[in-house]
């Protein structure tokens, strides 16, 4: 079982940024891929980024390329989306996901995700 708590959501102006952090309790965290996903009101959860257990393998979706950064601290068990550049489209509540054994070719899907955090509100202003 893991626990996930997601933090650093908040109001913020478009081009403003925001660190978004997701501590992490229970079984070991660096066993598992990491993820975060966004769900705007009336919209489907989507994949925003992820990053494998050890080495350099992270992963963003073309929509946030270059604004964000997905990084995790194996020693304290948490993980880190950094947001710069901020657009309204970015508003949506984020959450962080951990996922057991997921491939590269499936970090995107939610479905391969085991546990969730309770998601935390970012709301960029135009």
């Known amino acids: 079982q893991v626990q996930l708590g997601e933090s650093g959501g908040g109001l913020v102006q478009a081009g403003g940024s925001l660190r978004l952090s997701c501590a992490a309790s229970g079984r070991t965290f660096s066993s598992y891929t990491m993820g975060w996903f966004r769900q705007a009101p009336g919209k489907e959860r989507e994949f925003v980024a992820a990053?494998?257990?050890?080495?350099?393998?992270?992963y963003l979706a073309d929509s946030v390329k270059g604004r964000f950064t997905i990084s995790r601290d194996n020693a304290k068990n948490i993980l880190y989306l950094q947001m710069d550049s901020l657009k309204p489209e970015d508003t949506a509540v984020y959450y962080c996901?951990?996922?057991?054994?997921?491939?590269?070719?499936?970090?995107?899907?939610?479905?391969?995700?085991?546990?969730w955090g309770q998601g935390t509100q970012v709301t960029v202003s135009s």
């Open positions: 996901a951990a996922g057991y054994g997921v491939g590269d070719s499936a970090v995107a899907r939610a479905r391969n995700y085991d546990y």
């Open positions: 990053i494998k257990m050890i080495g350099p393998g992270t």
